[in-house]
């Protein structure tokens, strides 16, 4: 009967498949996961919420998608730092 080899995860999957710069895409995927967070809480469209924090609606998709490829960390910590001033009604405190 065949044995079948596991080698266990590290608990980093960019680390575990060799992804190159696996440090910066996990610290981009915690930043659009900060700025998801705060839309579900927000209540708005994705329109209102791109509008609030000055991108367009296709962008602001790209983020609610994870598709952080398409964003550079300094990006998304300037999107969080408008995000962060946003209150649930569009408006920036």
């Known amino acids: 009967m065949p044995t ?3 080698t266990p ?3 980093d999957i960019f680390t575990d498949l060799n992804v190159p710069d696996a440090e910066n895409e996990k610290k981009r995927l915690i930043l659009l996961g900060a700025i998801r967070e705060w839309f579900e809480d927000a209540g708005m469209t ?3 919420a ?3 924090i000055g991108i ?3 962008v602001f998709n790209d983020v609610l998608q994870g598709r952080y490829r398409k964003f550079t960390i300094d ?3 300037k999107l969080l730092a408008v ?3 946003v ?3 569009g408006c920036i405190d």
């Open 4 to 6: 079948n080899h596991v």
């Open 9 to 11: 995860a590290n608990g």
């Open 46 to 48: 994705q329109e209102e």
């Open 50 to 52: 791109a509008k609030a």
């Open 56 to 58: 367009k609606q296709p």
């Open 75 to 77: 990006r998304l910590v």
């Open 83 to 85: 995000v962060e001033g």
């Open 87 to 89: 209150d649930n009604t």
